[in-house]
């Protein structure tokens, strides 16, 4: 049995950064069908009571500065605690993946290799020649996924997806949704993994 799994997730995201190569080697694992989708969570936590990072408390932010420590540590990745390109919006770069996605590219290292732009690399995802350069340098055309991203039917399509994931319920990245039940967050894909296990089981 073919399972999709819709994928919210966040290129600025750590949480995202840290669960995505696990998440996709699952869906591989299993057969499953990826919809990705880099919603807009800025829109996503107005309509849901979620607070971007900067309006969060002190005790708040304190807390996920020690989680990324520990989840660092805890799965062996490269990560810069303090980037120098964060907070930062990630709509360009999401664009460029919805114009891969449209004609069938290989959107899931894309999205990897702007999760590392920020998170390793120390990249600027919101200035459009390093949104085109990384997707150059994963072997595609940059600039021209960068112009059809602009496109009103693309843009339209990448508003939508966040309509979508306030109906499903999601209000947070990660979240990979299978038959309607959500998994919210990079430490719940043990979880996904179980569910995935019992979807396609003959």
């Known amino acids: 049995m073919t399972i999709t799994i819709d994928y919210y997730a966040s290129l600025s995201s750590p949480w995202t950064y840290f669960g995505h190569d ?28 979620g607070l971007p990072l900067p309006k969060r408390s002190p005790e708040r932010r304190a807390y996920r500065y020690q989680e990324l420590k520990r989840w660092r540590e805890e799965l062996n990745m490269p990560l810069n605690l303090d980037p120098k390109f964060f907070p930062v919006p990630h709509t360009k770069a999401a664009l460029v993946c919805m114009a891969l996605k449209a004609e069938g590219g290989n959107v899931l290292d894309l999205a990897s290799a702007y999760l590392k732009a920020v998170w390793v690399e120390e990249k600027d995802i919101t200035d459009d020649a390093t949104v085109i350069q990384v997707a150059n340098d994963q072997g ?7 112009s059809v991203g602009q496109s009103a039917e693309i843009q339209s399509q990448y508003e939508q997806l966040s309509l979508e994931a306030i109906k499903k319920g999601v209000f947070g990245a990660p979240s990979y949704v299978i038959d309607e039940e959500i998994f919210w967050g990079q430490d719940r894909l043990a979880f996904v993994e179980k569910k995935l296990e019992r979807v396609t089981k003959p």
Do not use: D, H, M
Not at 30 to 41: D, I, K, S
Not at 140 to 146: H, I, K
């Open 22 to 49: 696990r998440f996709c080697a699952l869906a591989k694992k299993y057969g499953a069908t990826v919809n990705f989708c880099p919603a807009e969570f800025t829109t996503i936590f107005s309509a849901t009571g």
């Open 140 to 146: 595609l055309n940059g600039q021209t996924l960068f």
